[in-house]
């Protein structure tokens, strides 16, 4: 998982990002430094602080990658991590 959130946070520096779409993020509660960003004048500046994903945002990771993976052939059931 690192991998996929690790390029959430390169992205979300590039110079077109304008916000991430809500379908494809897990919905972590508002106010909290993994939540959605979904419109944004401009990228995130460079020395903004990382995204921290507390122990619910872990939780709620999981379960959203378990839901989407539920479909891939090549992950059988429970065995995504």
């Known amino acids: 998982m690192p991998l996929m959130w690790g390029s959430r946070e390169i992205a979300r520096h590039m110079p077109h990002f304008r916000g991430e779409p809500r379908a494809l993020h897990p919905g972590f509660g ?4 993994a939540s959605l960003i979904e419109h944004a004048g ?7 602080p990382w ?6 945002d872990e939780r709620m990771l999981k379960a959203y990658v378990r839901k989407i993976g539920a479909w891939n052939p090549l992950c059988p059931k429970g065995q995504y991590f």
């Open 30 to 33: 508002a106010g909290r430094s």
């Open 51 to 56: 995204i921290v994903h507390e122990d619910e």
């Open 42 to 48: 401009e990228p995130v500046a460079f020395d903004a």
